[in-house]
């Protein structure tokens, strides 16, 4: 299975993360760490912005691949089986966007400027 099809079948696996970090039996760190991928994959604003060339799909193939792929090793299995079963059909019209999930994405980047105008004015 090339990288491509294998970060886009990741990519499917949302509705299941979702449902495990709602889920009594998850483990903190694996809630912590699934809050973290859902805000991001639900997030309308992306890290890395598309429109920067090559540097913009790194998000789409390897960053919220990887965030998935790190909180399915921290989900235990029962509970990952039984959370893919209720999964069934959700988000079928395609992936909710929510406009609060974009809050930390757009503090990093204004803490990001805010370091650079601070670096290069304020010294």
Not at 22 to 51: C, E, G, M, N
Not at 69 to 85: F, Y
Not at 97 to 112: G, S
């Amino acid at each position: 299975m090339k990288l491509k099809e294998r970060a886009k079948k990741l990519k499917q696996t949302v509705p299941e993360v979702f449902l495990c970090l709602k889920d009594k039996d998850t483990p903190l760190l694996a809630k912590l760490l699934a809050a973290v991928t859902v805000a991001y994959a639900l997030s309308p604003v992306d890290l890395i912005p598309d429109f920067i060339p090559v540097l913009g799909y790194l998000d789409d193939i390897i960053l919220l691949p990887a965030l998935i792929a790190l909180t399915l090793k921290l989900i235990p299995k029962d509970v990952w089986e039984k959370n893919l079963r209720l999964s069934e059909g959700m988000w079928a019209d395609g992936k909710p966007k929510k406009w609060y999930c974009a809050v930390p994405i757009v503090l990093i980047w204004a803490l990001v400027i805010w370091l650079i105008v601070k670096a290069i004015f304020l010294r």
